[in-house]
T-cell receptor, first 109, second 114 residues
Framework: GQNIDQPTEMTATEGAIVQINCTYQTSGFNGLFWYQQHAGEAPTFLSYNVLDGLEEKGRFSSFLSRSKGYSYLLLKELQMKDSASYLCAVKDSNYQLIWGAGTKLIIKP | IAGITQAPTSQILAAGRRMTLRCTQDMRHNAMYWYRQDLGLGLRLIHYSNTAGTTGKGEVPDGYSVSRANTDDFPLTLASAVPSQTSVYFC?????????????FGNGTRLTVT
């Protein structure tokens, strides 16, 4: 079956750096997405990776290794507003999105 | 403001009742989706539509139906609600089904079936 694994919850300190990991096993691969979801709100798109390597967008970076079935989202200079759930999703060979359960990130002052 | 509008925002529904969740987008996106989100689980696809006039079943389609009469609207109907359909429902759209098209989500409908 298809599977996306990410930690359920992580805690980090304001101003620090945190890395949220995602491993996947899917039927084919057509890209990996990261979304941010604040409590009670809709998910919003953060990043897309289809080739191996690091994609940087301001304080957020996303890394992909297709051979290892692995990605991470790196958040730098953490702010309180970064407290949210972070969802990893992979497009399979049929271009269907397979979603992880999300990682709840708690930022402490 | 361009985006996706869902209605209602929340609803309490008696088991056995019929309910339609509305979804409208003004971005002229071809593809639309209905997901449910339950605590501890990833988003699960209920139904999707790659283009107006076509629909398909997702991972958890039982008890739900959809229609796509035009590009903008994609309503989701629960024919006879059951308590296990208590969930948060998100409608989403994307420009295409291609690899790099991100989903744009509505604000969700929180449904409680009693």
């Amino acid at each position: 079956g298809q599977n996306i694994d990410q930690p359920t919850e992580m805690t980090a300190t304001e101003g620090a750096i945190v890395q949220i990991n995602c491993t996947y096993q899917t039927s084919g691969f057509n890209g990996l997405f990261w979304y941010q979801q604040h409590a009670g709100e809709a998910p919003t798109f953060l990043s897309y990776n289809v080739l191996d390597g690091l994609e940087e967008k301001g304080r957020f970076s996303s890394f992909l290794s297709r051979s290892k079935g692995y990605s991470y989202l790196l958040l730098k200079e953490l702010q309180m507003k970064d407290s949210a759930s972070y969802l990893c999703a992979v497009k399979d060979s049929n271009y269907q999105l397979i979603w992880g359960a999300g990682t709840k990130l708690i930022i402490k002052p | 403001i361009a985006g996706i509008t869902q209605a209602p925002t929340s609803q309490i529904l008696a088991a056995g009742r019929r309910m339609t969740l509305r979804c409208t987008q003004d971005m002229r996106h071809n593809a639309m989706y209905w997901y449910r989100q339950d605590l501890g689980l990833g988003l699960r696809l209920i139904h999707y539509s790659n283009t107006a006039g076509t629909t398909g079943k997702g991972e958890v389609p039982d008890g739900y139906s959809v229609s796509r009469a035009n590009t903008d609207d994609f309503p989701l109907t629960l024919a006879s609600a059951v308590p296990s359909q208590t969930s948060v429902y998100f409608c989403a759209s994307s420009d295409s089904t291609g690899g790099n098209s991100p989903l744009h989500f509505g604000n969700g409908t929180r449904l409680t079936v009693t």
